[in-house]
């Protein structure tokens, strides 16, 4: 059983940084996909960033410059590091692992609150 726990959210001010973390326990296939997702009040869950297994990403227009991802595939743990946070950011951040193995399975975390005040 894959569960995911994320950690590192909170309140900050406009400006300032947050990292989360997001640690999956249990067997994962070692092809996957890591990423993390937000969906804010009355919004759709969007993408934030994603990496593979082999290193690629890809992020939201919104947070190109600002977000980094990265990850550590021998702990199977994604990170995300803030910077200049935006108001715009305030979004529950969900952490999301896709195999790409026969199954295609994939494990959400419960989700962490970010909120920036202004």
């Known amino acids: 059983q894959v569960q995911l726990v994320e950690s590192g959210g909170g309140l900050v001010q406009a400006g300032g940084s947050l990292r989360l973390s997001c640690a999956a326990s249990?067997?994962?296939?070692?092809?996957?996909?890591m990423g993390w997702y937000r969906q804010a009040p009355g919004n759709q869950r969007e993408l934030v960033a994603m990496?593979?297994?082999?290193?690629?990403?890809n992020y939201a227009d919104s947070v190109k410059g600002r977000f980094t991802i990265s990850r550590d595939n021998a702990k199977n743990t994604v990170f995300l590091q803030m910077n200049s946070l935006k108001p715009e950011d305030t979004a529950v951040y969900y952490c999301?692992?896709?195999?790409?193995?026969?199954?295609?399975?994939?494990?959400w975390g419960q989700g962490t609150q970010v909120t920036v005040s202004s």
């Open positions: 999301k692992v896709k195999e790409l193995g026969l199954t295609l399975r994939e494990y």
């Open positions: 249990g067997r994962i296939f070692s092809l996957n996909n």
């Open positions: 990496m593979t297994s082999g290193g690629f990403t």
